[in-house]
């Protein structure tokens, strides 16, 4: 029978982009998980025979919706949803929703794949889903994000729920728009149930969920020197982001001793040699936050530091590299020059920040480099323990939060180690791909076809 030959990863490949004309970042995605699963499927036949690859890499349904709304001129404008929901074979479908002009089906179909190998990771019963629109909240008011969150969520209500899918938020959602998001979900439904995570703490959310996924990476890379007798204390980190992600990645990154030199947006980085301490980044919070501001009024208030107009932070010498803002902000070039300048670690806050030909070249030159299914899985991780809390009705102190997600992130660690160990170096790429795989495969296998 032709379903017990090997796989191929071409063959495989080549079937993929056939169906999915066109999504170039859900064939990058999946190409780097089937070139480390793809051999491990062919050790263990069962999984080859079920199928079990060509139905991950197929989502359960995908959800697509006009979402329209008044502007404050009164213009209509009109916008479109989206809500993937990949895999629910360990939990509910969980995963975030992204709030931005480049979100297409392709991208979401990325990410909702990544989030299916992340949540198994995470050791929690979590499923895989992500979604969101091409809305750009850039320079709108709040009653405009209002209007546009109330206009998304009434379609989207219709598809989610506390056990069937959890969103929560991603690049340009955050507090503000979950609040919309979540006071919009309650009033349709009638009903107060945790059915979206990153919530406020009056109302269900989770202490430690605003600052999980940064907190999170940091604590990864972490494990990883310590792994090798080696930690973040006196270390120079490039951090790129300033969003969410970034600025809790930065603050860990101060709190376990290491000297942040750099911090992005879309229009620049800055450079600060003197380095991005608390209060600095307490400025920069307060500036993309409540101010919503641009990261280059950074050197306005800092000036032993610059603002490189248009540039990425990688030409920067470092120890540490932390890629926390969008997909694909890293290059093969980019890689190098990192890699020439001495840096040996990298640990992804972003998801798949790092081209292909960029995860390449420091494989090859073994370095320290977890890819962000492994590294930023922190911020879903304590999505389901809001999940948990709002399902037993009560909240646990922030000590007990930051003990779990430590453990956690040391849980994952181990999980790479396991299944990515090569002589005496550590391929976390294999690693959290392979065992994020297993723990779906078998729950898939044990459903029979379905
Ligand atoms: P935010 O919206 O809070 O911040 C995004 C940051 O990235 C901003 O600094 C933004 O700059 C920058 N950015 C966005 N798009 C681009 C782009 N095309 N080019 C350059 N810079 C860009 O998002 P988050 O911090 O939540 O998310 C950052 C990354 O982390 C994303 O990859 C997300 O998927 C991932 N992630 C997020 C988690 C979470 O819990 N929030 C969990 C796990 C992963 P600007 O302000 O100019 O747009
Ligand atoms: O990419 C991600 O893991 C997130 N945006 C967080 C998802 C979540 O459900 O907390």
């Known amino acids: ?36 699963v793809i051999p491990y499927i062919n050790e263990n036949p069962k999984y080859r025979t079920a199928q079990i690859l060509e139905r991950m890499t197929e989502p359960d349904r995908t959800i697509i919706f006009r979402v329209c709304w008044e502007d404050d001129e009164g213009h209509v404008r009109t916008n479109r949803g989206y809500r993937v929901q990949f895999n629910n074979a360990i939990g509910p479908y969980k995963g975030g929703l992204r709030f931005h002009p480049s979100v297409n089906l392709g991208v979401l179909k990325f990410l909702g794949f990544e989030q299916t190998f992340k949540n198994s990771l995470t050791t929690l019963p979590m499923g895989a889903g992500k979604g969101g629109a091409d809305f750009n909240p850039k320079g709108k008011s709040d009653r405009e994000v209002m209007r546009f969150c109330q206009a998304f969520m009434t379609e989207l209500s219709k598809h ?32 107060f149930t945790g059915a979206l995570t990153g919530k406020a703490l009056e109302f269900g959310g989770s202490l430690i969920r ?86 280059s009024e950074y050197a306005d208030k800092y000036p032993e530091s610059k603002f490189h107009e248009g540039k990425r932070p990688w030409s920067i010498s470092c120890d540490l590299a932390f890629p926390c803002a969008t997909q694909n902000e890293l290059n093969e070039d980019e890689a190098k020059l990192l ?34 299914k492994a590294s930023n899985a922190g911020g879903v991780a304590v999505s389901g323990l809001e999940m948990t809390q709002n399902s037993i009705r009560l909240s646990w102190s922030r000590e007990e939060l930051e003990e779990r997600l430590k453990g956690i992130m040391r849980d994952i660690h181990n999980q790479c180690l396991k299944y990515g160990k090569e002589g005496d170096k550590v391929n976390y790429v294999k690693g959290a791909n392979v065992a994020g795989f297993v723990k779906v495969a078998e729950a898939m296998l044990a459903y029979g076809v379905i």
Do not use: W
């Open 210 to 295: 605003k600052e999980a996924t940064g907190y999170g990476n940091a604590y990864f890379m972490e494990e990883m020197l310590k792994n090798k007798g080696d930690s973040i204390s006196g270390k120079n980190c490039v951090v790129s982001g300033s969003g969410n992600v970034a600025q809790f990645c930065a603050e860990k990154i101060i709190h376990l001793g290491g000297k942040v030199l750099t911090m992005s947006d879309s229009s620049g980085f800055v450079h600060d040699p003197s380095g991005i301490d608390q209060d600095k980044l307490n400025y920069i919070i307060d500036l993309k936050t409540v101010k919503r501001g641009r990261i």
């Open 1 to 36: 029978m032709s379903e017990n030959k090997p796989l191929v990863l071409d063959e495989f490949m080549n079937g993929l982009v056939r169906r999915n004309p066109g999504e170039t970042e859900f064939h990058q995605a999946v190409h780097e998980v089937a070139e480390t």
């Open 160 to 191: 989610i729920g506390e056990v069937v899918d959890v969103p929560a938020g991603d690049i340009g959602v955050g507090a503000r728009e979950i609040s919309y998001m979540f006071g919009q979900y309650k009033r349709l439904k009638n009903e």
């Open 339 to 372: 890699l020439v300048n001495g840096c040996k670690g990298v640990s992804e806050g972003a998801n798949m920040p790092t081209e292909e030909a960029g995860v390449k070249a420091f494989l090859e030159a073994g370095i320290l480099y977890a890819p962000g």
